[in-house]
């Protein structure tokens, strides 16, 4: 027979391979379990707009929190905690992608219950030549071109299947649901539109709003319009609680064709920093002056002047800081000389902070036919232009 000793061996053995195998099924299955959670908080993560907008990918935790202030923006909160709930109007990712989409345009705020207009920004004025009265609690319908009512309408409402897509917890599944549920999927809107165009100045004065459509004897614009769908209106704004478009609308300038309007090409526009240094100059300023972007991103404002004009520059600048108007005359480097230009420029607040974002300042390069008649004294005395690239480095405000 077999000793006693070794049925003991053999059965530690077959006792040691069965913990061994429930230990390895057990990690196993936790394994599974662990995956299966971060794909299911993965895509938790991708359906709220709060963690897309992020940039980088926020931790469990992070992303579990912000679906659940979701979840309750969407059903809206219940009585008993009113006290503690505040709507979020702008996530601070959210503002900085506006405040970059800011220049040539202008804030503004619809019900999309309703389709009213709760707020717009004063820039409206340069951007679509009408007051904000113009604007403000009329519906967004009678502003737009006729043609583009309908798309707007959804991008108001969201109703879009893609929209309607519910992720059953249980199962991991993502359900379809009924037009009545509402649940958006990202909060983010993007569209083009045309909307309608003031008399406050005479058309031709607005020369970069090219192209223009007309109808009805109303004159159109395009307009590119970015922003967030949010659920209740901003602070500050009178109006019920219902879910809202907080979007900025800006002019398509850059991308208007060069050649549709001749007097639209001789201008180009730059965004000055409080420093005064330049932080973003259009391409057509290589086309009118013959210097690229490049070069001149990062050097002072005034740099860009004839060193006779660069002080009246500076001081417009300090004096545009201070809430004055600018417009002035002077003579622009080229790459070999320098050109007689106008320059206006205004200061752009950000609109929720109300704290200074930058200055945008249009350069119009005078006609051949004025420049005799633009500087006064003898062309002698103008010093010769160095070339830009030749300039030492910015010199500091004095």
């Known amino acids: ?43 938790l993560a991708e359906m709220v707009p709060q963690c897309a ?61 309703t389709g009213k207009v709760l707020y717009v920004a004063d820039s409206i004025t340069p951007v679509l030549n009408l007051k904000q009265e113009d604007w403000l609690q009329r519906n967004l319908n009678e502003l737009i071109h006729p043609d583009d009512q309908d798309k707007i309408r959804d991008q108001l409402c969201g109703s879009e299947v893609s929209v309607n897509k519910v992720l059953d917890l249980k199962t991991g599944s993502v359900k379809r649901e009924g037009a009545s549920t509402r649940v958006h999927m990202s909060c983010r809107r993007g569209f083009i539109c045309r909307m309608r165009v003031g008399a406050l100045e005479p058309l031709h004065r607005l020369r970069n709003r090219r192209p223009l459509f007309q109808h009805a004897g109303q004159n159109y614009v395009v307009m590119h319009c970015t922003g967030y769908i949010k659920n209740a209106p901003p602070q500050g704004i009178n109006a019920p609680a219902s879910s809202c478009l907080v979007a900025i609308a800006r002019l398509q300038v850059a991308s208007m064709p060069v050649c ?71 003579r622009v480097r080229t790459s070999t000389d320098y050109t007689p230009c106008t320059v206006s420029a205004y200061k752009f607040m950000n609109p929720y902070s109300e704290q200074f974002e930058y200055v945008v300042a249009t350069h119009q390069i005078a006609p051949q036919e004025d420049i005799n008649n633009w500087v006064t004294g003898s062309a002698t005395n103008q010093p010769q232009a160095t070339g830009f690239g030749e300039l030492g480095a910015p010199v500091a405000a004095g």
Not at 2 to 20: Q, T
Not at 87 to 111: M, R
Not at 306 to 327: C, N, V, W, Y
């Open 260 to 330: 549709a309007d001749p007097t639209s090409t001789n201008q180009f526009s730059v965004r000055v920093a409080e420093d005064g240094k330049m932080t973003f100059i259009d391409s057509r300023v290589s086309d009118l002056i013959g210097l690229s972007s490049d070069q001149l991103i990062g050097r002072y404002w005034w740099n860009l002047a004839h060193p006779a004009d660069e002080k009246t520059l500076q001081d417009g600048f300090i004096a545009l800081l201070s809430d004055q108007p600018m417009r002035l005359n002077i």
């Open 1 to 43: 027979g077999m000793p006693s000793g070794k049925y003991a061996r053999m059965e530690d053995d077959m006792g040691e391979n069965k913990e061994r195998f429930a230990r390895e099924n057990h990690s196993e299955i936790e394994r599974r379990r662990r995956n299966k959670m971060t794909h299911y908080i993965n895509e």
């Open 53 to 113: 907008s992020l940039g980088r990918k926020p931790d469990k935790l992070t992303i579990l929190r912000m679906a659940v202030s979701h979840m309750k923006g969407i059903r809206g909160h219940s009585a008993q905690d009113e006290t503690s709930y505040k709507p979020s109007f702008l996530t601070d990712q959210e503002l900085k992608h506006l405040i970059l989409e800011a220049a040539n345009g202008f804030l503004f705020v619809v019900c999309c219950q």
